[in-house]
């Protein structure tokens, strides 16, 4: 079972009561989006990279000589289309993309570091 509300607690205060969805779209300031490409790690990372829109591309953990790609785009704009399209069009076989929300733990962590600054 997912939780529909969330009350998190800072030392012994609460700092927010919300929907985990509507945390996420207060707190994300990009979008993430993760892809599992077949090709060449540094020439997919570069070409992702040069899409208007994208402001970073971090490689990670791939499985079966698969690569993994998570890029945070500007939040306004939706470019799924424009990585799909990047990555086949240079003959790569893409296997996955998706877009990635905050975890519980990261909504946590940039609550309470965000009320420790302020």
Do not use: H, Y
Request: with cysteine.
């Amino acid at each position: 079972m997912v939780c529909q509300r969330v009350i998190i607690i800072n030392e012994s205060r609460i700092a927010a009561v919300d929907t985990p969805e509507n945390l996420n779209l207060r707190l994300q300031k990009s979008s993430r989006i993760l892809l599992e490409v077949e090709g060449p790690e540094e020439e997919v990372r570069r070409t992702l990279a040069g899409i208007t829109g994208v402001l970073t591309v971090t490689p990670q953990e791939g499985r079966d000589g698969r690569r993994r790609f998570l890029v945070e785009t500007e939040r306004e704009q939706d470019l799924r289309k424009d990585l799909a399209l990047a990555v086949t069009a240079n003959g790569w076989g893409l296997t996955e993309l998706r877009p990635v929300d905050l975890t519980l733990e990261d909504i946590f962590i940039r609550l309470v570091t965000r009320e420790q600054e302020g």
